[in-house]
Structure formats: structure tokens, C-alpha cells
């Protein structure tokens, strides 16, 4: 088979902005060559490598939706050189993007089902894909809830997002924050997302859950998940390990025999079971 | 196979006649007691007393630090290069352990995903390997399933007869081509036994043993009684033939850049740390045991094929004195 250099990124446009939360934006990026953009598409779940040129790379899921054509966006926190300098980036400058890798969640198969997608602080844009994914074919669902927790109020990602589907009938969103976390005006729910899943138990007939978020927060919720009868092969999640060549080669984010940007980053929990805990 | 034999005398008139042709020639040189690989002037500077070369060629198909790309600022986007990669190079006085490890290399990068860097590398060099009249007790090759007489992943393989010529193995059409320029050097020959000449490496455990038993250990306390003396410099990884983890980093100027891919190793504390800080292989021995993991069971898992040759140089190298083999044998024992 002839090769081809993996490692050369499409060159994309920063159309948009948005202000997230403290030290997270969003990018909304359009790629600067049609003919990449003809040939481009992905589906929920898959992530790519974003890159700042002189800065280096970094890895985040696609946090828009396959069902909008024509741009991608990204959500991201300012933690390392990568993200500092992204977070430098105006609207209208030009950043590298590899991708679309990884796996995908198989939404086909989760067709009139409900879903609940039970996430945490950074770890709600990888579900967001799925998210607008599933209210763009609405019709194919029963029931979607959303359960959402951050820090604080400021920490919530989205905070315009979660405003529509709070209004929307068709999508149940469930916000809370850490104790302490709230403000006065706040009208969402105050607790841990654990406690607040208990409070608010979702059934397990007919449901899919989708789970995304710290360890400790994962950890905690999944034997909530079990004694409301969710089997294994209900739940799904999305791991987020370091990564830096997404193609199965530099060994970063290897669990076991398993590289996470190929053979994940979308694991059905029982496929989880199967790794060793390095995640 | 096809065999023939060339004189000892005249490997120096070989080696001038390949670099005349534009190839680049890399073969042992001493640097203090150790040696290395590298470009020569002359014959007399090459060295062939050594049991292991202190790296194997696997720098020569994936390099320290290698350029992915390059860009060039423009006014509002940037312009991007791939490298290209047409040096010619012919690695001389490998270990034919080398050579599977080369083997391995090329089927972990250009089986699923193939790399073009690697491949153009590959498709350029010619490795002549140089079996192994001496070993040391760092040497393991026999308790692996290879030993000094294995030719897989070579494209050809001397060996020193004692005779005063060496014996040619051609392995691959690549080592053919080699041997074809040059008719007048080599004289045609009958399949030898060489096995005579060769160092008789001792077997130190049973390999079916521990790759059925390892899988079954992951939990046991063995890695960290193995792993206390660690320190996590990363050293087995560098010198061995068969680690292939790598980073991707950025340089630049006001002009412009490259984007470079450098080797990396498991054994160090970030390597797996993600952006919150939590970190999954949090102690070192996590970190051993993976190496270890990924060399006998999660390779066979992948790829079919254990990724350890034996070459001993972990064991060389390590500044702890840690040793894979008695590890290895622990597992065994556990």
C-alpha cells in the first residue's frame, strides 16, 4: 500500500469565538481549502489533533455535531503550551487540524431508545456532539435526558446551549453544581452529579446511558447506574487519555493492548471491563 | 535463499564501491569501549570487536528526531512541506537480533496506518547483519526463539567463516540488488552450515512459559518488587531496538517551523498524564509493568510476535542494574 504522510494537518479558519467558562473557548473552524472540506467527514464520538504551527498539537474530540455540515468546533480548557497559544488565537487566524480518528458511538443501534447523558465540567463537549446529534434526528428517540454538574455556575460550558435545551420540550436537562457552588439566582440543582442522579433516577427499560466525566465522578456513578438495572452493555463512555499521534503509533495512550485514539476513544462498558484500570 | 561468499579482504573495496555508487555507508565504530554506527572515512576506522553495538540501526528507519513537516509563514496561512526522504544508506555489522527487531518495526509502522517516513526509509536502506561470534551474559537472543544464525529482517547476512571470506546469506531482493552491482566481489556458493562459527548463546528461561503466565500476573506484586531500584530515566527504552513511542513537538522561528517527532518512553512519569493531572500509570512500577506487558503479552495480543529480541541491552544500560532476564524469570517463578 503507498503511504501518505499522516502527520499533515488541514489548515482551518478560526470563524468564531465563544467564551465559555474561565479559561475554556470554543472554536468554531472552517477549513481554508474546499477540497479538504469535500472529502472531510466524521461522525459522534471521533476526536482529532488541533494544532497552533511553531506550538505543537494537542488532542480534543470534535464538539460539534456531524449533522452540521461544513464547519467543525472545538472546546477546550488553557492548560499546557498548546492551549495557551490557542487561546491566543483570534478569530480569522488559521490552526492545523488531523483527524477525524477514534471510533464512534454507534447511535444507529440506540434507535428508539431513551438516552441520558450523564457528564461533568470539560467532559460535556464530547457528549455535545452526540447530544445535537440526537436532537437533529429527533424523531429516531424516545426520552433524551441531560445531566449536567460543573464546579460552579461560572464553570458550566455552553451556558447559551443549556439555556435552549432547558426551554426545548423535547430534551429533559438536569444542571447542577458542586456544593457551594451556586449562586443566588441559580435555579438548578446543588450536589454532586452522583447524588443528583439518585435524586433524579433515570429507568433503565428501553435506556442508554452515555457517561462522561472525571474518574471520581465516573467511578461514583456507575454502581448508582447498576442498582438501577442498567446492565453493562447499556452504558457507554468516551475515555480521554493522552494522546499525541491519534493514528495507534506513539504509544501514549496505550490501556492494555488497546491504543484509545483507535481502538476507542468510545468504549460500551462491559468493553471496558476488559482493560486494565489505566485510564 | 540464494548464497555466496566474499573475501574479508575485500568488504574495504565493497564499502568504496557503494559509496561511489551515492550510497552512505554506517558501520561499528569504536567511541571509548562502546560502538556505534556511523559514517567513515576510512576502512581502518571501523571496529569489529564488539558482542553488541551500543544502539541498533533502529535509528536509521525511525530517527531520534525527525522532521514531520515543515511550513513557511505566509500573509494569511502558512505553506506546508512533507520531507523527502531519498538518502540511500547501507547499514553494515548489525546483530541479526537487530534484524527481527527491524522486522517488528516494519510491521508495527506500516501494517495498519502505514507510516510514509518509515516506508521511504526502509525502501532505502540495505541492513547486512553480522552474526554473532561472541556473546556476553547480557546476551538472550536463544530464550527469546532467535539466535546468532537467524536472518529474518536482515536483507543480507554475513558470516565470518574463519576461513578468511565470509558467507552471504541474501534474504530480501533488496539484498540482491546489493550483491548483483558488485558481481565481481562476490563468487557464487552452496548453502553452508555456519552454525560452527557462531556463538552458542545459553537459554535462560522458556519463553512459551512466560507468555502464557503473563497475562495471568498483571495484578501480583512482581512489578514493583522488580521495578524499586527504577528511576525512570528511560534508558532500556532508548537503546532498545524495538520501542517505538514517540512525541510530536513544534519549533520555529519568525519565518516558520518544523514539526518533529522525537522518541519517548513509557517508563517516564508524564507520559501518560492527562490534562486535569490525573495520571493512570501513576508510580513507577505501573510504568514497568507495562513495558514489560507490552513486550510479552500485549505484542503478541497485536502483532503475533513478542517485541523483545534479546540484544541484553536494557540490561547493559540500565544505571540501576535492572535486569529484564531476572525479571522475566520471576514472572516464571510467580
Not at chain 1, 262 to 277: H, S
Request: net charge neutral; glycine share 8%.
Amino acid at each position: 500500500m503507498e503511504a501518505k504522510n499522516m502527520y499533515i494537518p488541514y489548515q482551518m479558519r478560526i470563524e468564531k469565538v465563544t467564551y465559555e467558562a474561565p479559561q475554556i473557548k470554543t472554536f468554531k473552524l472552517k477549513f481554508v481549502n474546499p477540497e479538504d472540506e469535500a472529502k472531510f467527514s466524521f461522525k459522534a464520538g471521533q476526536f482529532g489533533e488541533y494544532s497552533v504551527f511553531g506550538e505543537g498539537e494537542s488532542t480534543f474530540c470534535i464538539a460539534s455535531s456531524p449533522t452540521r455540515k461544513g464547519y467543525i468546533e472545538c472546546t477546550f480548557r488553557e492548560v499546557g503550551r498548546v492551549t495557551a497559544a490557542l487561546a491566543n488565537c483570534e478569530e480569522g487566524s488559521i490552526v492545523g487540524f488531523r483527524g477525524p480518528y477514534g471510533n464512534t458511538f454507534p447511535m444507529e443501534s440506540w434507535f428508539g431508545k431513551n438516552l441520558i447523558f450523564i457528564t461533568g465540567g470539560i467532559a460535556l463537549p464530547p457528549l455535545r456532539c452526540v447530544i445535537w446529534n440526537a436532537l437533529d434526528w429527533r424523531d429516531k428517540f424516545k426520552d433524551i435526558t441531560v445531566l449536567y454538574g460543573a464546579r460552579t455556575v461560572d464553570d458550566l460550558v455552553y451556558k447559551h446551549e443549556l439555556a435552549e435545551w432547558d426551554s426545548r420540550k423535547d430534551i429533559k436537562l438536569i444542571q447542577t453544581v458542586d456544593p457551594g457552588g451556586n449562586t443566588p439566582e441559580w435555579k438548578g440543582e446543588v450536589g454532586f452529579v452522583p447524588t443528583i442522579l439518585e435524586k433524579n433516577p433515570p429507568s433503565s427499560k428501553d435506556t442508554i446511558a452515555i457517561v462522561c466525566g472525571p474518574p471520581i465522578m465516573i467511578k461514583l456513578t456507575l454502581p448508582i447506574l447498576m442498582k438501577l438495572g442498567f446492565n453493562h452493555e447499556q452504558i457507554f463512555t468516551t475515555l480521554e487519555n493522552r494522546m499525541k499521534c491519534g493514528i495507534g503509533k506513539c504509544g501514549h495512550c496505550m490501556v492494555g493492548n488497546n491504543y484509545v485514539c483507535k481502538d476507542g476513544p468510545v468504549y460500551r462498558y462491559d468493553e471496558l471491563l476488559k482493560l486494565p484500570l489505566e485510564y | 535463499m540464494n548464497y555466496k561468499t566474499l573475501k574479508t579482504d575485500k568488504l574495504p573495496e565493497l564499502f568504496d564501491k557503494i559509496k561511489k555508487a551515492g550510497k552512505t555507508v554506517l558501520a561499528p565504530r569504536k567511541k571509548g569501549n562502546k560502538a556505534f554506527f556511523s559514517t567513515f572515512d576510512s576502512f581502518d576506522q571501523i571496529t569489529f570487536d564488539y558482542v553488541q553495538s551500543a544502539l541498533s540501526p533502529k535509528s536509521v528507519l525511525f530517527p531520534r528526531v525527525e522532521e514531520l513537516l515543515t511550513y513557511k509563514n505566509l500573509d494569511d496561512s502558512y505553506s506546508i512541506k512533507e520531507p523527502e526522504l531519498k538518502d540511500e544508506v547501507v547499514v553494515f555489522g548489525m546483530r541479526p537480533c537487530d534484524g527481527i527487531a527491524l522486522d517488528y518495526l516494519s510491521d508495527f509502522f506500516l501494517k495498519e496506518n502505514p507510516d510514509k517516513l518509515l516506508q521511504d526509509r526502509k525502501n532505502n536502506t540495505t541492513f547486512i547483519s553480522l552474526a554473532c561470534k561472541k556473546f556476553d551474559n547480557d546476551c538472550f537472543c536463544t530464550s527469546v526463539g532467535s539466535s546468532p544464525a537467524e536472518t529474518k529482517g536482515s536483507d543480507l547476512c554475513f558470516t565470518d567463516m574463519g576461513n578468511g571470506s565470509y558467507y552471504v546469506e541474501i534474504v530480501t531482493d533488496k539484498g540482491k540488488k546489493l550483491v548483483d552491482a558488485f558481481p565481481d566481489l562476490f563468487a557464487d556458493s552452496k548453502e553452508m552450515n555456519k552454525v560452527e562459527q557462531l556463538a552458542k548463546v545459553p537459554v535462560r528461561f522458556d519463553l512459551k512459559n512466560i507468555t502464557t503466565k503473563i497475562p495471568t500476573v498483571f495484578e501480583t506484586n512482581i512489578w514493583l518488587d522488580q521495578s524499586l531500584a527504577c528511576i525512570g530515566c528511560g534508558a532500556c527504552a532508548y537503546v532498545c531496538p524495538t520501542c517505538s513511542c514517540f512525541d510530536i513537538q513544534d519549533e520555529c522561528n519568525p519565518k516558520g517551523g518544523t514539526r518533529l517527532r522525537c522518541w519517548d518512553a513509557c517508563a517516564f512519569g508524564q507520559f501518560t498524564i492527562h490534562a486535569s493531572g490525573h495520571n493512570p500509570r501513576e508510580v513507577q512500577s505501573n510504568r514497568w509493568r507495562n513495558r514489560v506487558q507490552h513486550k510479552f503479552n500485549y505484542s503478541v495480543e497485536n502483532l503475533n510476535t513478542i517485541s523483545c529480541v534479546g540484544c541484553g541491552r536494557c540490561i547493559r544500560v540500565c544505571p540501576a542494574g535492572m535486569s529484564i532476564i531476572e525479571h522475566l524469570i520471576s514472572v516464571e517463578e510467580a
